[in-house]
């Protein structure tokens, strides 16, 4: 099993910047496709942005292009999402997960999953 936990959440005025930061416990993210989600209060969990860690391909949703970029780091085992020009609308919590389908937006197919991090962007 894979246990995650992110980091790097906070509170930030619009158009400010926020790294988050996902690590295992244990053992290393080769073997899987990570994602990052958020969940807005009252909203579904969903995808924003996701790294094969062998490759580094990545993908992203329309709302996040541009202004959000994930990343990995081999030698740390640590994969960033790199927030910029935050909104309002971004306010939720951030999760981190791991899924075995290479690549995937879809929820279902994350099985492991951090704890989340707040993140709260003011006006």
């Known amino acids: 099993q894979v246990q995650l936990v992110e980091s790097g959440g906070g509170l930030v005025q619009a158009g400010d910047s926020l790294r988050l930061s996902c690590a295992p416990a244990g053992r290393t993210f080769s073997r899987y496709f990570m994602g990052w989600f958020r969940q807005a209060p009252g909203k579904a969990r969903e995808f924003q942005a996701g790294?094969?860690?062998?490759?580094?391909?990545?993908y992203y949703a329309d709302s996040v292009k541009g202004r959000f970029t994930i990343s990995r780091d081999i030698v740390k085992n640590t994969v960033y999402l790199q927030m910029n020009s935050l909104k309002p609308e971004d306010t939720a919590v951030y999760y981190c997960?791991?899924?075995?389908?290479?690549?995937?937006?879809?929820?279902?197919?994350?099985?492991?999953w951090g704890q989340g991090t707040q993140v709260t962007v003011s006006s």
């Open positions: 997960a791991a899924s075995t389908r290479i690549p995937t937006m879809i929820r279902s197919d994350y099985a492991y």
């Open positions: 790294i094969t860690w062998t490759t580094g391909t990545t």
